[in-house]
């Protein structure tokens, strides 16, 4: 059974930053894509940035720029460094792990729990 286990949110004034990282159990992490999701109060779910087992990366026109997803796969763990943050970005940020190849406009695969970044001053 896949675990995932998000850190790193916490508050942060605007144009601050934050490093989330997701630590996964089980095997086969460097086969699996993994992501970021995020869901803002009254908002659905959206992708942030995802980076499958290839390195190839997909990021939100709202985040590109600002935000990079990275991975270790020694160490199962996937990174979000987040830089120069808006208020908008206040949401709880979920970790993905999904099979690879999915397409990013679909969801799919192991969620963690979440973590809340809230930006405000």
């Known amino acids: 059974q896949v675990q995932l286990v998000e850190s790193g949110g916490d508050w942060v004034q605007p144009g601050g930053s934050l490093k989330l990282s997701c630590a996964a159990s089980?095997?086969?992490?460097?086969?699996?894509?993994m992501a970021w999701y995020r869901q803002a109060p009254g908002k659905q779910r959206e992708l942030v940035a995802g980076i499958d087992r290839d390195g190839t990366i997909k990021v939100a026109s709202s985040v590109k720029g600002r935000f990079t997803i990275s991975r270790d796969n020694a160490k199962n763990t996937v990174y979000l460094q987040m830089n120069n943050l808006k208020p908008e970005d206040t949401a709880v940020y979920y970790c993905?792990?999904?099979?690879?190849?999915?397409?990013?406009?679909?969801?799919?695969?192991?969620w963690g729990q979440g973590t809340q970044v809230t930006v405000s001053s």
């Open positions: 089980g095997s086969l992490f460097s086969l699996s894509a």
């Open positions: 993905n792990r999904r099979p690879w190849g999915t397409a990013w406009s679909r969801e799919s695969g192991s």
